[in-house]
């Protein structure tokens, strides 16, 4: 008797593992990803490292990376510290997405997610930074320059 009882346990242990491993293998919800990127807009803007965000709130710098990858989902409570912690209202997070019921669905172009990591970057910070100190002529012209070192054609075009 004693041998079936732990066979059966043993067999649902490895049944909950796999189930597990399913799980984790889904595709991350968009909202997850979106919220995640306004979360690392927002820190960012604040200046905050990953590692200062997570000691306002009582993270690890991990938890805090997961949460703006959209590896992580971001409980209603841990949200509401994290927006306590950079001073913003809870519901920026969520700016950007359709409105529930709109019929839209919330999807996620896969190039903004790399363009908002690459502005998160110290690089990205630090090429904006020297862009934006130029005169808007010469942003136009500098544009043209990185459009033909890209192999772009059409030139830049006028803002």
């Known amino acids: 008797m004693h041998d079936r009882v732990a066979k059966r346990l043993a067999s649902n ?7 597990a491993e399913e799980e984790s293998c889904q595709t991350t919800h968009p909202v997850d990803v979106h919220v995640g990127q306004q979360l690392r807009i927002r820190r960012v803007h604040s200046n905050l490292s990953q590692t200062e965000l997570g000691q306002k709130v009582g993270l690890s710098y991990q938890q805090v990376q997961k949460y703006e990858s959209g590896k992580n989902r971001i409980s209603a ?3 509401y510290e994290i927006a306590s ?9 969520f700016d950007g997405l359709p409105q529930p019921g709109s019929g839209e669905g919330a999807t996620i172009a896969p190039e903004v997610d790399e ?7 110290a690089e ?8 934006l100190r130029l005169p808007p002529k010469l942003r136009t ?3 043209a320059v990185i ?7 059409g030139g830049a075009e006028e803002d």
């Open 85 to 93: 912690g950079l001073k913003v209202p809870v519901g920026c997070f």
């Open 124 to 131: 990205g910070r630090r090429f904006v930074e020297e862009i």
């Open 147 to 153: 459009r033909a070192i890209a192999g772009e054609e």
């Open 77 to 79: 409570s841990m949200l």
């Open 115 to 121: 363009r908002i990591a690459y502005l998160a970057t």
């Open 13 to 19: 242990s490895q049944a909950n593992a796999f189930r």
């Open 141 to 143: 012209r500098t544009l």
